[in-house]
């Protein structure tokens, strides 16, 4: 027969399995909260729902307010899943790996910047940039400096040395447009998409596109580098089940997941000042 304490200590071991079990089994996913706290948690809900009952595992929702407080939740490992445009998961990613790459709009699985001067501007190559002053998003935006900065690399041209840069108001692509039209500046770096949705401020024909940029990859689907094995390969499988006409896709506003590796992020390093590809050891990938 056993002791009291011998039996209590039997439960709470048996407790203590089932509870780190229950625990090794739940992952935390979010997304880069580039909109409303409402609006990420409707984007990503259908997503953890889909991969929870695909793998069996319990996943859910995490919401964080600032892309700080998200970025260092994703490299502390309070984020076990993440959804984060290309500069972020760069600087996530000897913590985190891709498994799947964004498509969206009529670029697919890629986008890019553009550099847009005013209609009447003298500006018409890239060389001509030296020395003007030129608008940008923010230094971290993808679409709004890094595509811009990796084409003037190319052409041996380095933005903060050879260029005055301001940063738009409240890191906004209309606010770039804005400054290019009223002269504030001899130039802006937007995202290509945005073009579009500048419209309502400035008059049609008032701004004009000087050049397209780099191509850079899409927004990434990661897992943490410490996720178990099989774990990884459940959500692997889960993520190329989704459908086309499934509403994850629908919630996250993307046409579909590819399959992607590290490397393909690259250019996004190198355009950033950052090291190779965690998986390599050769040259940046253009």
Sequence with gaps: M???????????????????FSFAAGYQLSMLPRYSTGEINKRISALAEHLSKQ?????????????????KQL??????????????????SKEQ????????GRDGD????????????????????????????????????LSQKLTFLENNIYVTQDCTIEVAPENKQENVAFAVFTGDVDAGFMRESALSQVGEMIPAGAIQVLV???????????????????????????????KADSP???????????????????????????EQSVNETNTFID
């Design 212 to 242: 397209s940029t780099a191509w850079l990859p899409n927004w990434a689907l990661s897992v943490s580098r410490n996720m178990p094995s099989e774990d990884r390969e459940k959500i692997v499988k889960a993520i190329k089940e989704i």
């Design 2 to 20: 056993l002791r009291p304490t011998t039996f209590l200590a039997a439960i709470c071991f048996c407790f203590l399995a089932t509870a780190h």
């Design 97 to 104: 790996e891709v498994i799947a790459m964004a498509i969206k």
């Design 248 to 274: 994850v896709l629908k919630a996250l506003k993307i046409k579909a997941f590819r399959t992607a590796q590290d490397s393909e992020y690259n250019p996004v390093r190198k355009a950033a000042g950052l």
């Design 110 to 145: 890629k986008f890019r910047g553009i550099i847009v001067t005013s209609s009447d501007s003298p500006l018409r190559l890239i060389g001509d940039l030296k020395n003007k002053k030129i608008s940008i998003v923010g230094y971290t935006s993808a679409g709004g400096y």
């Design 55 to 71: 793998t069996g595992l319990q996943i859910t929702p995490k919401i964080t307010s600032t892309f700080d407080q998200y970025l």
């Design 75 to 92: 490299t502390s490992g309070a984020i076990d899943i993440g959804y984060q445009n290309p500069y972020i998961y760069v600087l996530a």
